[in-house]
């Protein structure tokens, strides 16, 4: 059985540790079945956000609701029914294969040392398959590279049949044919979607709307049309750019503009980042 899609509301969380606070009263909302995009630049805030969503970090102030319940009244088993996590990267596996680290999204379904059974078996083989990671499930999940690592907690999260799916970084370390094939496989799920992406393109590709973060506050949500703008990048991330509309997707499309020292200053000489990363 499919769980359905969860609603999410972010209402006004802060976040703060030895004195210093990380997010200054967030609110963010998550519709079920929408795919919704965090972004920004390195230490704005978005990790920690994802944390106190997915429950590894308690707010300090304001709440996270699921379906309208306080997550923070959950119970650890009850909330990992309703929330899938694949964070950047996962080690303490301690010699487990593939396979056996991919089942454990089953636990949160089955009583205390309950054994799999036929429909758990079939759920993980069908997740590898999908991820392309069957061919190295009965590897060790500690010998594997940063790529191999990513798509078995993909398939971990996917067995886990999540209401919503929370991924930081999920195309870390993947090729582009792998990051094409997680996102296109994120969003054609009937789960929420909430990622955080570093890769402006793919986010305006694979995400309905976007929270821009900039020092632990929300500086713009919208659409990636609404949000992606050359003002708006410039001030966010401090770098100038081009923005146009791919004419495949018909999602904004963004040109880096690096900046070359010369005579008399810098001057930005136009540079074409891939498309959409492929």
């Known amino acids: 059985m499919t769980a359905r899609p ?23 909302t998550a519709r079920p079945g929408e795919s919704v995009g965090v972004v920004g630049p390195n230490g704005s805030g978005k990790t920690t956000l994802l944390r106190c969503v997915y429950g590894t970090l308690l707010p300090t102030g ?14 650890v088993k009850d909330r990992a029914r309703r929330v899938a996590v694949v964070p950047q990267d996962a080690s303490g596996a301690f010699g487990l294969t593939v396979r056996e680290v991919v089942a454990m999204g ?44 990513q798509r078995a907690l993909v398939a971990r999260a996917l067995v886990q049949d999540p209401g919503l799916l929370a991924l ?44 821009v973060m900039s020092g632990g506050r929300v500086a713009a949500t919208g659409t990636p049309e609404e949000v992606l703008t050359e003002e708006l990048l410039a001030e966010v991330y401090g770098v100038r750019t081009r923005i146009g509309i791919h004419p495949d997707t018909g999602t904004p499309n963004i040109v880096y503009l690096p900046v070359v020292a010369g005579r008399g200053g810098a001057v930005a000489s136009p540079a074409q980042s891939p498309p959409l990363h492929g």
Do not use: M
């Open 106 to 149: 089953r636990s949160p379904h089955k009583r205390f040392w309950e054994q799999d059974g036929p429909d758990d078996v079939r759920r993980v083989a069908e997740a590898l398959e999908t991820v392309g990671a069957a061919a190295f499930a009965t590897r060790r999940f500690d010998d594997l590279s940063g790529g191999e690592r």
């Open 168 to 211: 930081d970084e999920p195309t870390n370390h993947l090729d582009i044919r792998y990051q094409l094939e997680v996102l296109a496989l994120v969003r054609a799920l009937p789960a929420t979607g909430l990622l955080v992406l570093h890769d402006l393109n793919l986010a305006a590709a694979f995400c309905d709307r976007l929270y």
């Open 62 to 75: 304001g709440r996270v609701l699921l379906d309208g319940a306080d997550a923070a009244a959950l119970g």
């Open 6 to 28: 969860v609603e999410l509301a972010v209402e006004s969380v802060r976040y703060e540790v030895d004195g210093h606070t990380l997010l200054h009263g967030v609110d963010l």
